[in-house]
């Protein structure tokens, strides 16, 4: 919602200047309206709500587009307009199969939707927007309808197949079928790479009362060192056994 579509366009709630939130929300819809209807726009607005202008919404405003009130449609319009900058703007940069919208402004239906897709298709690159679908959340009003979806997406592997079925398709390879084909014949199961190298580089450990063997100590005997011209310099000891 605070993405920039017009750097010096609307103040947001947020202290910048041209969010798409200043635009699309709710409140910025019926905001929007008012300031029409206060410079004089003919309308049927003020007849919906008793002609208390502080009790417009966009919930009105769809009502009256419904009605077939020009100035709502007209709203509503440049709603779409200004949703389809900022959804273009997200085709261009992440290319997505899908893009889901949620929240009140879904309640206008196709009058909203219409406009807003051929929005984006003049501002998106056309390889996006031909793998794109623009959607509204399948319940009005939160983002169940996204979640939704991604969940259905998240369940399937990038060739379509799903995943699901092919963990339980899976299941009982690797180690396990190792174990359990063991005990079926009988036989010991390999031993795990962890067991292998834990041993390591170690003694076998001896039973209570087994003797080490006796192993003699290692003498170093050093060469004699000649001293005077032409001398070789020492060399390192001989081991001996």
Request: aromatic content about 4%; charged content about 25%.
């Amino acid at each position: 919602g605070h993405m920039s579509i017009d750097s010096t366009g609307r103040r947001c709630k947020c202290g910048n200047y041209g969010c798409l939130e200043a635009y699309a929300s709710g409140s910025a819809i019926a905001d929007r309206a008012v300031e029409g209807i206060d410079v004089g726009t003919e309308t049927r607005l003020p007849d919906y709500v008793n002609g208390d202008l502080g009790a417009i919404t966009a919930q009105v405003v769809y009502d009256a587009a419904q009605d077939g009130d020009e100035y709502a449609l007209e709203v509503i319009e440049d709603t779409a307009r200004f949703l389809g900058t900022g959804v273009a703007n997200l085709l261009n940069i992440f290319n997505p199969e899908i893009v889901v919208v949620c929240g009140g402004v879904t309640a206008a239906g196709e009058r909203l939707f219409a406009p807003l897709r051929k929005e984006v298709a003049r501002r998106a690159f056309k390889p996006a927007v031909e793998v794109c679908r623009i959607v509204p959340g399948e319940l009005p009003g939160t983002a169940a309808g996204a979640r939704r979806e991604a969940s259905r997406r998240d369940r399937h592997d990038g060739v379509g197949h799903h995943l699901r079925s092919r963990r339980r398709r899976t299941a009982g390879r690797g180690m396990g079928r190792d174990l359990l084909r063991a005990g079926r014949t009988g036989s010991r199961s390999p031993p795990r790479m962890g067991d292998r190298s834990a041993h390591q580089g170690r003694e076998r450990s001896r039973s209570h009362g087994e003797r080490v063997p006796h192993r003699p100590h290692q003498t170093l005997r050093r060469r004699p060192v000649h001293r005077g011209p032409g001398a070789q310099q020492p060399g390192h000891p001989t081991l001996l056994h």
